[in-house]
């Protein structure tokens, strides 16, 4: 019966076969938008996390480690990990690992260099966080940070024609209303700063890495969406890049002193932490990426914001004035604006087919036939065309 039931016409299936299929893919897309939930929730703890941590580690009394190290550390840990969930997809076959990793990253050589340009923003990036991290409170570096909101969404309407409704616009312009109120806060408020802390180099790193992580997070988003190679291929080419320009990055701006000192001086557990963090952290968002956009990955990592500035205090001493409370009050209100259109829109949608199916002035469907089938809600919204399909199946055989 099983197999008949898989194999047979759909005129012998009939409406079951409709059935059957849309509670299937009904209970794929709800798998779906668990999995999408679940890594955005545990990338707000882990940004938050690892921005307190860098500033624990970067303020510490005693030697202090070198940045580029630890983005190169960071970047080996994170292309061994993809290595070793390639080799388990491979079942443990180093045959076959040697021969896929040989077709994908040699013979197609054009689409592993394509993943240069990203690589090398993201090893910027890192870097600029340390610089950033270090003349800035945990805090208002994490408020500030979100400006990469806005500069992804431009990004994102000029390179993926995406579009934004007004209520999208709107919250973008709540949120670096928000950013510039914090801004003018650190400026004004006074207070003791130490000594080796520049607040305006701090200022300046965080802008560069956020109009950077906003064009590579895009840039990103495209290759991963528009082509058939895995999430952990793709970030083990990263890696690779990485790693590489990482190590250039290192001898032009501290190689003597590394080369006098050691890789590792300066290493703490702390340190360490940080490395991990930042290593799988990556890991973290190309994950995302498969799930959400990133203009709504950078809505929700904005809620780390609440995580990192209630731990500043704690840990740092950092003191909450009513302009700071302001300014993460309309960032945090920016992300419940951007989440409404498409709720918004599901619910009106809902209330439509209720009254189409109840109302007087609706067409009657003839007795004895069944219902059309229903057409996807995706399909009206270019930001989840899905490409999605494509990307699981090859995370799951390649």
């Known amino acids: 019966m099983a197999a008949v039931g898989s194999g047979g016409s759909t005129a012998a299936a009939g409406p079951g076969a409709v059935s059957a299929g849309a509670l299937e893919s009904g209970t794929a897309s709800a798998a779906h938008r668990r999995l999408k939930y679940i890594s955005l929730a545990v990338l707000v703890v882990q940004n938050a996390s690892l921005i307190l941590s860098i500033r624990y580690a970067r303020t510490l009394p005693g030697d202090r480690f070198f940045a580029t190290t630890a983005v190169v550390m960071a970047?080996?840990?994170?292309?061994?990990?993809?290595?070793?969930?390639?080799?388990?997809?491979?079942?443990?076959?180093?045959?076959?690992?040697?021969?896929?990793?040989?077709?994908?990253?040699?013979?197609?050589?054009?689409d592993t260099l394509k993943l240069a340009v990203p690589s090398l923003i993201y090893t910027l990036q890192n870097n600029l966080q340390y610089v950033a991290i270090s003349n800035l409170p945990a805090a208002t570096f994490q408020v500030t940070y979100q400006l990469k909101i806005l500069t992804t969404a431009l990004f994102s309407v000029l390179m993926l024609n995406r579009s934004l409704s007004r209520l999208q616009w709107a919250s973008l312009l709540l949120l670096f209303t928000g950013v510039a109120i914090v801004q003018a806060q650190q400026a004004g408020g006074g207070g003791p700063r130490p000594l080796d802390q520049n607040p305006g180099a701090g200022l300046a790193a965080v802008v560069a890495s956020c109009l950077s992580s906003g064009f590579a997070g895009v840039y990103f988003e495209k290759i991963l969406k528009g082509s058939s190679g895995s999430v952990w291929l793709r970030n083990l080419q990263l890696g690779l890049f990485g790693t590489a320009l990482g190590l250039v990055g290192l001898w032009w701006a501290e190689g003597t002193a590394v080369a006098r000192r050691g890789f590792f001086f300066g290493y703490t557990p702390a340190v360490w932490g940080v490395v991990l963090n930042q290593a799988f952290g990556g890991l973290l968002v190309a994950v995302v990426v498969k799930y959400a956009d990133n203009i709504l990955k950078g809505f929700a990592t904005s809620l780390s914001i609440v995580l990192s500035t209630v731990a500043s205090i704690r840990l740092f001493g950092f003191h909450v004035d009513p302009l700071f409370a302001l300014g993460a009050g309309l960032v945090i209100g920016a992300v419940y604006l951007y989440s409404l259109p498409r709720g918004a829109a599901k619910a009106i949608a809902s209330a439509s087919a209720s009254a189409s199916a109840?109302?007087?002035?609706?067409?009657?469907?003839?007795?004895?036939?069944?219902?059309?089938?229903?057409?996807?809600?995706h399909r009206g919204d270019p930001s989840t065309e899905p490409f999605l399909p494509k990307l699981l199946t090859k995370v799951k055989g390649s």
């Not at 390639?86 to 690992?97: D, E, I, M, P, S």
């Not at 109840?358 to 809600?377: F, M």
């Open 75 to 110: 970047e080996v840990l994170k292309g061994l990990t993809c290595l070793l969930l390639l080799f388990a997809q491979k079942r443990g076959n180093v045959k076959h690992l040697a021969l896929f990793l040989h077709e994908a990253v040699l013979v197609q050589y054009v």
């Open 358 to 377: 109840s109302g007087p002035c609706t067409h009657q469907q003839p007795p004895g036939q069944p219902p059309p089938p229903k057409l996807s809600s």
